[in-house]
């Protein structure tokens, strides 16, 4: 399906499964949409199941827009709780229509919770109260940190769900790539694939960001690149207020850290959209100036910029804000974790995945990249990188028939 055929089966009002290869613009779709959604005056939720994408998509998390907050499952109790919530009940009454972006990461079990609580709150026993739900994901990449797939809840099969599948990449256009990445959609990697990645290992790429499997060895190389600089450190602290609880919740949301510390020559990535100084989350750049309140960047496309600080904000049902962060929007780009690289689009990387945990982790990083001419692999590549879930493998096959 194309990107316009999609977006003319969102305007319709029925309820939607976005779906794709990587690369495919689902975001870029679902953005239209919700554009569409503003312009003509339809109120709309506006989520992710985590918060890094949810900021990305400028939402929030569907657990704090619905009440579900942490809770892995919803009971009675837990509703009749809910409904006392009148900034969650206020939101769920209000909208005509629900996203729920990056859906491979919420659970069925709190996907059905979800749907529970519309509805007791919209007292209409349709799904989910009746809104229209538009799902946006891709089941191959990251999967519930707890639970089964979305598309398990008892729900997912009584929504008369429309699938839109998108299966025109335009991040990857060079054909070794493609090749790599559809090997690993369809669950099929043979040696013969495999060997299309073995000229990009321990290739030196001098501005690329460093992806690996876990934290612990993402602060380690950065803050071991930033100190070979011999130069000052400049410190730039978060600013905050409203409510603690929600202002813990957006920092766990937010890419950039609470103390930014940074040196000239430091190698950064930009952490927020910012269509008017023509940046968007991912652009890697090298810091070139400091001031008071801004840090001069030269993104590596050659671009000049000043950044200062950018707010991320959380809203009440009234669209009044009711808590606040506000950073300079960037972080070291030396090392990045590939679990939030999702939704980045990368010139140039180099890889660790000798220690690849999860299926889907290696199809996420390989997607980020544009080409594999921007690929370096550092180390041996663990059989587990090749891999995707067989239960989303299966689902992916039957959505195809």
């Not at 503003?38 to 929030?60: E, L, M, R, Y």
Request: net charge neutral; glycine share 8%; hydrophobic share 40%.
């Amino acid at each position: 399906m194309t990107q316009e055929q999609a977006l003319e089966i969102l305007k319709s009002g029925q309820n939607v499964f976005l779906t794709g290869i990587a690369g495919a613009g689902k975001t870029y779709v679902l953005n239209q949409f919700i554009q569409h959604l503003f312009d003509t005056k339809i109120s709309v939720g506006i989520t992710a199941s985590t918060g890094i994408v949810a900021t990305a998509i400028n939402g929030t998390t569907i657990h704090s827009f619905s009440g579900l907050g942490i809770r892995e499952r919803v009971t009675d109790h837990d509703v009749e709780k809910i409904m006392w919530n009148i900034e969650a009940f206020n939101r769920i009454k209000q909208i005509k229509v629900l996203v729920i972006d990056e859906i491979s990461m919420l659970s069925a079990e709190q996907l059905d919770g979800v749907d529970k609580i519309f509805k007791q709150v919209r007292f209409n026993f349709s799904p989910f109260g009746g809104v229209q739900v538009v799902f946006c994901g891709d089941f191959l990449q990251l999967p519930p940190v707890k639970g089964r797939y979305a598309f398990k809840s008892n729900i997912w099969d009584n929504m008369d769900l429309q699938i839109c599948y998108l299966d025109k990449s335009f991040r990857q256009k060079e054909g070794n790539l493609l090749t790599l990445l559809n090997a690993i959609r369809s669950g099929k990697v043979s040696d013969e694939v495999k060997k299309i990645l073995e000229p990009y290992k321990g290739r030196k790429i001098e501005k690329s960001v460093n992806l690996f499997t876990h934290n612990i060895d993402v602060d380690a190389l950065n803050m071991k690149e930033l100190q070979k600089i011999q130069s000052i450190s400049h410190y730039y602290p978060m600013s905050f207020e409203g409510k603690q609880k929600i202002i813990d919740s957006i920092k766990k949301s937010c890419l950039s850290p609470e103390i930014l510390e940074l040196k000239l020559g430091a190698k950064v990535i930009v952490t927020k959209n910012i269509p008017d100084l023509g940046v968007v989350n991912g652009t890697m750049a090298v810091v070139t100036a400091f001031e008071r309140y801004q840090v001069g960047i030269e993104t590596f496309d050659g671009k000049d910029i000043f950044l200062g600080k950018h707010d991320w904000l959380s809203y009440d049902e009234s669209d009044e804000v009711v808590a606040r962060i506000s950073q300079i929007p960037l972080r070291l780009a030396y090392a990045i974790t590939i679990h939030k690289s999702q939704g980045m689009t990368l010139d140039a990387a180099t890889m660790d995945l000798s220690k690849t945990f999860i299926e889907g982790q290696g199809y996420v990083a390989f997607s980020r990249l544009r080409s594999l001419e921007g690929l370096s692999l550092m180390g041996s590549v663990s059989d587990k990188a090749f891999q995707v879930d067989l239960t989303a493998l299966d689902y992916e096959g039957r959505m195809s028939i």
